[in-house]
């Protein structure tokens, strides 16, 4: 048998390229399945915590799965505001936002998408299939007699928000907190964020995404923002950005914004992360969403039982 060191030159080099090669598709392999698996929950929260009387509900998405997640009906109705959570984890985090709406006078829908928390599904797929979701969360709504939502979503949970309102006349108004333009550029912004930069890191992206769409058979890139959020106007949106977003930079925000059409608004928030503008801003946070709301969705048509 010929020993490694005396097989010629090339027979070495084709051998090692070929094992590397290997290495990288099993390690994007891995990845991907890492991109679209389901997480733990967060701890619970019970919406009692937060001075709220919530019913406790169960609803199909369009595809038939079961979703969780909280009916919060106002007293003093002005509105109906979904919010949508981000990726990872459950709704439970986002539970703190919805006092200052109902004190507002919207009811408030909270659920978990798909392969999280509450609800059915072992996998994400980034608003590809979450779009059924929220769908089915306007079924809901629509069979308590709203016909008219506000969205308000976060991350994972605005691009669902983007993706979904072309095709659901029932959105009226939307806020985009930390929504990336597209997954790729989310997940290089991750990795550079750890100090990987170059070509290579792109590359390798493209790959674990192509690969994730192999297991959940669809293509990701299908529902990226940039591609849906010129199609939400007339209707108004509201966008949120960290300067500092590792996942959202600057030239990308400036993708989505240049592809959205009026009416839209935008704050950029100096000195912030991923989704921290309200950490470091709870207040003027809230009033900016609050007096979007009131202008783009308190007193129109849409009743409730």
């Known amino acids: 048998m010929t020993r490694w060191h005396d097989r010629p030159i090339a027979d070495r080099l084709a051998m090692g390229t070929l094992l590397m090669m290997g290495g990288i598709f099993a390690g994007a392999w891995l990845a991907s399945g890492q991109l679209v698996r389901r997480r733990s929950p967060d ?13 406790t509900v169960r609803f199909p998405s369009r595809d038939g799965l079961l ?50 928390g509450r609800s059915q599904g072992e996998s994400v797929s ?13 079924d809901f709504l629509r069979e308590r007699g709203i016909e008219q939502v506000g969205v308000w979503g976060f991350s994972m949970g605005a691009a669902v928000a983007i993706r ?11 806020v985009s907190d930390g929504c990336y333009a597209d997954l790729l550029g989310a997940i290089c912004g991750w990795v550079r964020a750890r ?10 992206a493209r790959l674990v995404l192509r690969m994730a769409g192999w297991r959940l058979g669809c293509r990701l890139e299908d529902a990226a923002p940039v591609r849906w959020v010129g ?4 209707r108004p949106i509201l966008f949120i950005q960290g300067e500092r977003d590792p996942f ?18 935008r704050w950029v928030v100096p000195g912030a992360g991923h989704r921290e503008a309200d950490k470091l801003y ?16 308190a007193g129109r048509r849409g009743r409730r039982r």
Not at 231 to 234: A, L, Q
Not at 285 to 296: G, T
């Open 282 to 297: 709870p207040a003027a946070y809230r009033q900016r969403v609050l007096d979007f709301f009131d202008r783009h969705l």
């Open 126 to 138: 980034w608003g590809y299939y979450e779009r059924l979701d929220l769908l089915g969360a306007l």
């Open 248 to 265: 959202v930079p600057p030239r990308d925000f400036l993708r989505l914004w240049q592809a959205a059409r009026e009416p839209k608004e």
């Open 164 to 174: 979904t309102a072309p095709e659901a006349e029932e959105i009226v108004a939307v």
């Open 43 to 55: 701890p619970p929260v019970d919406p009692s915590a937060y001075g709220l009387e919530a019913e």
């Open 195 to 204: 100090g990987l930069h170059g070509k290579p890191v792109e590359w390798l």
């Open 231 to 234: 199609r939400i106007s007339p």
């Open 67 to 116: 979703l969780g997640g909280y009916w919060i009906p106002a007293r003093r109705r002005r509105g109906t505001i979904v919010l949508l959570s981000g990726q990872g984890g459950s709704l439970d985090p986002d539970l703190i936002y919805a006092p200052a709406l109902i004190h507002h006078g919207y009811d408030v829908l909270l659920f978990d998408f798909r392969g999280h």
